[in-house]
């Protein structure tokens, strides 16, 4: 982790945040690199659950939202986590990441002090909105987009003629007040959701919930991870969420062991009942195609973390690779093999030389190559250093431009993963460039 979260770094891909004054705890920039990674697998996502799917529509809800939505979710009274203090040495703990042992012995497993007793933890975070600081106006930061998926269940029905079963996609930041942020971005403060509420009838729910662990078992096999990283975990009784009839994790195996990525909840129709309740309207829907029976829907939920998948991509593209034998630090490369369509910078356009015209051409093409493709142009260095620039940044495709390219109008095309170069026309290098990445495979 620390090799990689120094790589993210040093390339611009994620900063710590607010680093002047010291940094941040649970809160992370996000680069030039960062951001071209993330907005790609956020519009995978996006493209994977809405526009391949007749039956989902997107949504956009404000981080704001009405303080009732919480108590009718549930979260004040049970998104806690349960928190113990060492009384020596002032470290904070989750009591249930902390061995049995010294939680029963109230021993601090760093230095030995006495630790408190274990009390509960809000993780929400509570401002005020308007001048008055009191509880009448208590806000809180969404801990989960799903409730504003919720609430505007009715409107999307309205709306957009949706009829069950149907389902509702949102991305967008979430906070939790988290005791533990270790491990680079993988827990933070800040964070962004990639969530979709499936709403179905009762009864049809487990058959859906099936359905959905799937589809997106497959959607991490078409994003050509390594899948022997990744499996399953049932949620055991003592682990379900408080509005959970069932849920399993897709966890990987991140360098710090195997970690949830994203959840598949059977939320049942704990959500919509508690909206009821707690607004006073009815939400219940009126099936017109089966003489107006009217539910309350269940909700089959796939939530996944965006900035936690960026971490797993990042840490499933690393990869340090000898090619060659000199006995010096040339003999190895760092290498991010993304999926090309992830990756940041799809084509690097290098010249050979400076002069003689080499660089003008090669801004020419990459000029060419603009309209298709996120480009990168450097013209400073050898050739080979300037390959292992865009390995470690992970750009699948290089385009050198030499004297040949100048005679005859081909160009050298290096691939990334097997370092391989061929000459390509010049006219038809876009064309090339498209078909490889559509028939990406990763091999090693
Ligand atoms: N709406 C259901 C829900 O929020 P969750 O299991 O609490 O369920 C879903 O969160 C996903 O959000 C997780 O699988 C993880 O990828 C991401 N996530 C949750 N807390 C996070 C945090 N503190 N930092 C980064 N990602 C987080």
Redo the contacts with the bound molecule.
């Keep these: 982790m620390e090799k990689i979260t120094s790589l993210a770094k040093r390339r611009g891909f994620v900063f710590q945040s607010s680093e002047i004054y010291g940094g941040q705890n649970?809160a992370w920039d996000y680069g030039p690199m960062g951001i071209e990674l993330k907005n790609r697998i956020a519009q995978t996502w996006w493209k994977e659950m809405t526009q391949l799917h007749d039956d989902i529509v997107g949504l956009d809800a404000a981080i704001l939202m009405h303080p009732r939505t919480w108590e009718a979710s549930g979260h004040v009274e049970n998104f806690t986590d349960p928190l113990v203090d060492c009384k020596k040495c002032k470290a904070r703990f989750r009591a249930d990441q902390i061995p049995e042992e010294n939680l029963a012995a109230k021993k601090c497993p760093e230095c030995g002090g006495e630790l408190t007793d274990t009390r509960k933890f809000n993780l929400m975070f509570k401002t005020h909105i308007g001048p008055a600081e009191d509880s009448a106006s208590i806000i809180y930061l969404r801990?989960?987009?799903?409730q504003g998926i919720y609430v505007n269940y009715k409107n999307i029905i309205q709306s957009n003629r949706m009829k069950i079963p149907f389902g509702i996609a949102q991305i967008g930041k979430?906070f939790?007040n988290?005791i533990v942020?270790k491990n680079f971005?993988?827990?933070?403060?800040e964070?962004?959701?990639m969530?979709m509420q499936f709403f179905v009838k009762p009864g049809t729910d487990e058959e859906w919930f099936g359905e959905w662990r799937k589809r997106r078992w497959a959607y991490y096999e078409k994003l050509g991870v390594k899948m022997d990283h990744l499996r399953w975990h049932q949620h055991g009784p003592g682990e379900l969420?408080h509005?959970a009839k069932d849920?399993y994790?897709?966890e990987y195996l991140f360098p710090m062991g195997w970690r949830?990525?994203?959840?598949v909840?059977n939320r049942s129709d704990y959500d919509l009942t508690r909206h009821t309740q707690f607004s006073g309207k009815d939400l219940q829907y009126i099936d017109q195609e089966s003489s107006a029976e009217r539910y309350i829907p269940f909700i089959i939920?796939t939530?996944?973390?965006?900035?936690?998948?960026v971490l797993m991509v990042l840490c499933d593209a690393y990869d340090e690779e000898k090619v060659a034998d000199k006995g010096n630090d040339d003999d190895w490369r760092t290498v991010l093999r993304f999926h090309p369509s992830l990756a940041p910078v799809t084509v690097a356009v290098l010249p050979l030389m400076k002069k003689d015209g080499l660089a003008e051409l090669a801004q020419d093409i990459r000029r060419e190559l603009k309209e298709d493709f996120a480009t990168d142009y450097d013209q400073g260095g050898a050739i080979g250093r300037r390959y292992r620039r865009q390995d470690e940044a992970g750009t699948p495709f290089c385009v050198t431009i030499d004297y040949e390219s100048k005679d005859n109008g081909t160009v050298t095309l290096r691939f990334r993963d097997s370092m391989e170069q061929i000459r390509v026309n010049r006219a038809e290098l876009a064309a090339r460039i498209r078909r490889e990445i559509k028939e990406y495979k990763r091999k090693l």
């Design positions: 649970g801990p989960e987009t799903a979430a939790r988290e942020t971005i993988f827990r933070t403060c964070f962004e959701q969530e969420a509005y849920a994790d897709i949830e990525l994203e959840g909840h939920e939530s996944a973390g965006l900035t936690r998948n």
